[in-house]
């Protein structure tokens, strides 16, 4: 059993050895997140992402600094029925933000640490029918998120990686609303994971 597994690691290692590619120093690229461990913010009877899958832009600067701006967008439905009644909640969510990254390259894998910075904007509309008359509310609210990472990544090619990404997320959205007592405050904390792929020109 041991000395099966031991061979099995060196045949891991003598394999990302002999395929090692080294990154690029300087440039920009395409990246997306394709798995996002954390889940769900609550506002009233509706749901949107916090911090959801992402597009982002890594840029970098030089082999010690990179930027990596970031747009994500999330629209989550739910809907209670029940006979002719009906309750329809819509979240639509929008993020712009950036990750400010000094980093650490080797031959062919990058570690890097920082903060990701941005601004979120949610959009809350409730639709209901009941006896047969509907009404309908929305709600408009904005705020911001902070999150401390560190990560690294993989290069199979000059241009291609996987990465992988630890964070603890804060966010923070609320929305005061004229003429009406209603209001909408909410923060969170929470360590994610993150992995993402990367393409560089």
Known sequence: ?????????????????????????????????????????????????????????????????????????????????LNS??????ATQYRFGVGVFPQSMMKSSTLYYGARVGYLSLKLKEEETFGGTTTTDEVT???????????GEYFFSNSFCVGAEAQLLYASISTDISDSSLEIKDSLISTRGLVFLRFFF
């Open 141 to 151: 609210a904005s705020g911001f998120f902070i999150a401390p990472a560190i990560g």
């Open 1 to 81: 059993m041991f000395k099966n597994s031991a061979v099995l690691v060196l045949f891991i290692i003598v394999f990302f050895f002999a395929f090692a590619h080294a990154q690029p120093t300087s440039g920009w690229g395409l990246g997306v997140s394709v798995v996002d461990i954390h889940q769900i913010f609550e506002f009233g009877g509706s749901e949107g992402n916090a911090y959801n899958q992402s597009i982002t832009v890594p840029i970098i600067f030089s082999e010690s600094f990179r930027l990596e701006p970031e747009v994500g967008f999330y629209r989550g439905q739910n809907t209670v029925e």
């Open 85 to 90: 009644d009906k309750q329809e909640n819509t």
